[in-house]
């Protein structure tokens, strides 16, 4: 009997332009190949007929640039993927950064960068979309641009180039990659695709003329940033302003917001890949943004205000995503989870429902503050996921600065919950190099962790705590945007204090964010245009995947500093002036300077401010900007209060209530 | 009720990993709403019982799974028990573009598991053209060899393995396009893999293809497959297009 091999290829067949027949031979020869072969359910069989480069059709890449296993499961993307190829004028794919091995394969023979989708060379897109969740993969951005075959440089592009566009959190200060962007899009991009496709489209009708021209009718789409239509002013070191060249391009340009998310019940067809990946797991997104008004959380303050997702949506979005893709655990994803109106009621909803048969709930980003037994006995009667809090600070002295405000109580409670339902170990989240943190705050940590698992030891035998450290990194639009953050000497010594001093305690590990990763994040993330050389520097040094450990190089990012003269003291460390002007002043999140100012000396008096969701509107300008209100079922807060709603704040003893000066460098 | 489900993998998945697969197969079952039986303890899994391995990259036409259903509860809320011959059919709906099933049928209580019971299995490698006659002198050569010594990687040692009497046989015939190897592999005690013998032959570690195109179990001096197909037509490739 032969062996039937008539037709080699399993798959959709691939239209003309699959660049499939040159990639196949690469990938026995790399790690992981299952990451670059598409066929996951859910996606998409883009019809190409009618595309084409002076075709009405506008086609999208929608690209993450960092590997497949962290990029596929980003809600992001897959939402606006979706929206795309929906509508007749677009089609949509997708790709991912190709881990190095692939990538020197690529390069030896010729290979451009793919869609994982009908593997088509990315250069042929009209658009390629990145997702920019984090500044270290800057330069996989430059990576991907330069494996799809175009200039890194925006100024060097032509016509026939793709546009690039950037979203995500870091679009929110866009400027040390404005160079390598066409597009920065600001908030929920749900809307703000269809109006690029519309006018992209126009462009491409009439024949696809200057790329200036297109460039200057995108900058009246809100939410659309158009670098190329701004210039920076500099005196001496000091920015002095970032003004517009082009009449089209407005002085500030605001996000754009969604107004409700029950208009918008994305992903409809969650990807479901074949090879395994972060976070996977049915997704269900239960609200978007955040009042809590934690002054260090840029997500918080990017993505005011609250919009919920009634209850019945929530269930049939799980029930259906849990038939149709044969995943036995769903995360309902937010910012805080356990603040959903009525989520104890929706979490037991989706266990004791037969259609969603034998499940886990997992919520990610927990509050202690409103994670009580109701939540672990329901949670527990599926199968037990992983349990993380954030306390984020080891003293409720530094709670207070960071407007986390969770007493010490409520953690133990969340943690006595936890264990009482069965759970024996648990991780919590911390940062260090906070504002006007001292060592007794740091050794907080330790002692908070120890006492947590003493609480365990009254339930079950050797329970356990991970402490997982991460070094603060201030971020634009938040009230910290002023604070220098600490020296990599200092934050490397606070680790190493409290990893002596978690030693002692008997189940209590610790793990920690690189300081020199740290340090990187910060150079890129308050940084401005001048930027740019040292990200392509260290990009051309062969910087790529910064995120990952073993590919972080602190040494090209200090020597590019260096060679382009600028200074990582003026840069990172030192502390921000209240007139200077900041390299995102021309951004909007929609949140008033002086509100996010009064918040930085409250929190250096140490003055929480309540949750807006229940209490009255303090004015921070999210709402009353933009002409949108929270979205927020129930009238009071959950049990336990929340940020000081229904809550006993009385503070214990005296505290210093000024920023304390950096310290020197000794090592 | 226990089922074996015969099934190929080919094309782009063939470059999923078996662990890979197994997941796949676990939400396929779930998906189709095979009412299957779970482990007992502390984190349930449903009870799939997978076959041997294939190595990443390799095409099967061959590959076999085994699954425990269990029957209805009264009132209870799993589906209904289907017949063990349309399970083939259910499961096809929730598997990926290449993963083809192409048979099923139950098996008793107490049949050998798929990986003990296998004997052996037969591989058609798909040659570069210029390869042909190294192939054919090395075939020739290995055949009327007493003895064929390999040195093999086991658990992170070297061992040193007779690899005559599992090459149980072994032709190069010519095609239009290529050279094709067709090699019957035995099993017991210990397989030899695809890659091993290409390297005793000499031959480059990535031909243009490697399909496993049978798994056989020989018993009481008879050679049979896990799962015969009624028509060995070649459907498994066309439905896979």
Known sequence: MTAHLADPRGGPPDAGGSLWDRLEPLLHRVQKPARYIGCEDGAATPDWSAAGPTSPIVAWLMTYPDTYEIGLPNQGLQILYEILNERPDAVAERSYAPWIDLEAEMRATGVPLFSVDTHRDAGTFDLLAFNLSAELTYTNLLNCIDLAGVPVRAADRRAHHPLVVIGGHCAYNPEPVAAFVDLVVLGDGEETVGDITRIVSDWKASGRGDREEVLRALCAVPGVYVPAGYEAHYDGQDLVAVEPIWPEAPEVVEKRSIADLADWPYPRSQLVPLTEVVHDRLNVEVFRGCTRGCRFCQAGMVTRPVRERPAEQVRSMVAGGLRRTGYDEVALTSLSTADFSGIGDVVGGIIDDEACGRVSVSLPSLRVDAFGVDIASQLQRGRRTGLTFAPEAGTWRMRQVINKLIREQDLYDAVESAYSQGWRRMKLYFLTGLPTETDEDTLGIAELAANCVEIGKRHHKGPSVTVSLGGFVPKAHTPFQWFGQNTQVELQRKVHLLRDAVRRHHGVQMKWHDPRATLAEGIASRGDRRLAPVIEEVWRRGGTFQEWSECFRIDLWEEAMAAHGLDIEWYVYRHRREDEVLPWDHISAGLHKDFLWQEWTDALAEVGLPDCRWTPCYDCGACTGYGIEHVVASATPPAGGSQGTGQDLSTGGAVPVSLSPRPTVSA | ?241
């Open chain 2, 1 to 241: 009720m226990e089922v074996r489900v015969r099934y190929a993998k080919v094309g782009k998945v063939r470059f999923l990993s078996h662990r890979d697969l197994a997941r796949i197969l676990e939400r396929a079952v779930r998906r189709a709403g095979l009412p299957v039986a779970y482990s007992q303890g502390f984190s349930p899994r449903a009870r799939l019982h997978f076959g041997l391995a294939l190595s990443t990259g390799y095409e099967s036409l061959a590959e076999y799974l085994d699954i425990d259903l269990v029957e209805p509860d009264e009132g209870g809320t799993a589906s209904a028990l289907p017949a063990a011959e349309e399970v083939a059919d259910l499961l096809q709906p929730c598997l990926p573009p290449g993963v083809v099933t192409t048979a099923s049928t139950s098996i008793e209580a107490g049949t050998a598991a798929l990986q003990d019971a296998v004997t052996s299995c037969t591989w058609e490698f798909l040659l570069d053209p210029a390869d042909h006659d190294r192939a054919t002198a090395n075939a020739a050569r290995m055949l009327a060899a007493e003895e064929l010594p390999i040195d093999l990687v086991r658990k992170s040692k070297q061992v040193r393995e007779d690899l005559r009497p599992l090459l149980l046989s072994l032709d190069v015939d010519r095609t239009p396009e290529c050279s094709r190897l067709t090699v019957e592999l035995g099993t017991k005690p210990r397989s030899v893999r695809p890659a091993e013998l290409l390297a005793a032959m000499e031959l480059p570690e990535h031909p243009i293809r490697v399909v496993r195109t049978h798994q056989w179990i020989q018993s009481d001096g008879e050679r049979r497959e896990p799962i015969e197909l009624a028509a060995p037509s070649p459907h498994a490739s066309e439905r896979a297009s």
